[in-house]
């Protein structure tokens, strides 16, 4: 039986991760982690919870000890924008996180999952259908963190046989919990500026791709690797995987087929202009389908038809 601690539990990830894994685990085997308790009252009500730092080691390690766990979801990490805003402290949790809990799993025979991002690749990287094994040379911090994080995940599967597996996330969209400073979060917050306002300004600029995902997609994702076989895992780590890829003009027709006053203009923020231009416009994710079956249910159309649904009773609109 799977005894699950996950970091940085009150997310945008994880406070939709630990629900969906509670409901195939049973809510005592999921362990929600944070580096507070501020957040989801339904991660914080429906199971085991406990404060982790996980600049802390002791703390890990002691959650992982109390509860048997055997298998760790790592999710706390400083995204694009806020690590450009400050690289030091993005390279200290993603990388301090990350070793800590590497070091933890190895000492308990822990499995770890974990997500690299589209931004592990750079203005070098092949832009259209980028291959999964490719030139990686970004140039934001939050991307030097995931290359480098890839890299050590290799590492401790190669030198220690630690089960580490992980997939290169996309933009993530979703209605539960905002997202926390990242490059793509225009995609979320147009759908609620376009419920509570009609109207959003977008600060990516016209024409500018970005693969995108929608969060149930992203669940599945990570429970299928998880229970992947080990024997059909030629990657394990780093897996690209994405659902869509569309420009911010796309996204305001689909939401205007629902709301037809929907308008939208720009004021685009150089910073993350630029971190976009150095991303991919889109992913080649075979090696993904052909290892673990990855097999995404959402597309644009799907996506904007739930998001709408489900913000408007949430906002109350
Ligand atoms: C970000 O925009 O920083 C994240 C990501 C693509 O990793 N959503």
Not at 93 to 99: A, Q, V, Y
Not at 106 to 126: R, Y
Not at 141 to 151: D, F, H, Q, R
Request: include cysteine.
């Amino acid at each position: 039986m799977r005894k699950i601690l996950i970091t940085g539990a009150l997310g945008q990830i994880g406070s939709e991760l630990v629900m969906y894994m509670r409901n195939i685990y049973g809510n005592e085997n999921v362990i929600a982690s944070n580096i507070t308790a501020d957040g989801s009252k339904k991660v914080l009500e429906s199971g085991p919870f406990e404060i982790v730092n996980v600049l802390n080691p002791q703390q890990i390690a002691d959650a992982v000890n109390k509860y048997k766990v055997n298998t760790i979801v790592h999710l706390a990490s400083i995204l694009s924008a806020v690590g450009e805003a400050n690289p030091v402290a993005a390279w200290n949790l993603n990388m301090g996180g990350l070793f800590n809990v590497l070091e933890v799993a190895k000492e308990n025979g822990c499995s770890v999952f974990t997500p690299s991002s589209i931004a592990a690749f750079g203005p070098s990287t092949p832009k259209d259908k980028t291959p999964q094994d490719t030139v990686q040379r970004p140039s934001t911090m939050y991307g030097i963190t995931k290359v480098s994080g890839e890299l050590l995940c290799d590492y401790y599967f190669k030198r220690f046989n630690v089960d580490v597996r992980g997939v290169r996330f996309p933009g993530l969209i979703s209605y539960e919990t905002l997202p926390g400073g990242g490059t793509t979060d225009y995609a979320v917050h147009i759908y609620y500026e376009a419920i509570k306002n009609k109207k959003y300004t977008s600060y990516i600029k016209e024409g500018t791709y970005m693969d995108m995902m929608y969060m149930p997609d992203a669940l599945e994702a990570i429970v299928k690797l998880i229970e992947a076989d080990p024997k059909r895992l030629k990657h394990r780590n780093a897996f690209n995987v994405t659902s869509m890829s569309f420009e911010p003009e796309e996204i305001a027709r689909e939401i205007k087929k629902h709301i037809p006053e929907f308008v939208m203009d720009y004021d685009v923020d150089p910073i993350r202009q630029g971190i976009a231009d150095s991303w991919p416009n889109s992913l080649d994710d075979s090696a993904a389908r052909e290892e673990w079956d990855w097999n995404p249910k959402y597309d644009l159309a799907a996506m904007t038809k739930d998001m709408l649904e489900k913000l408007s009773v949430k906002l109350g609109k």
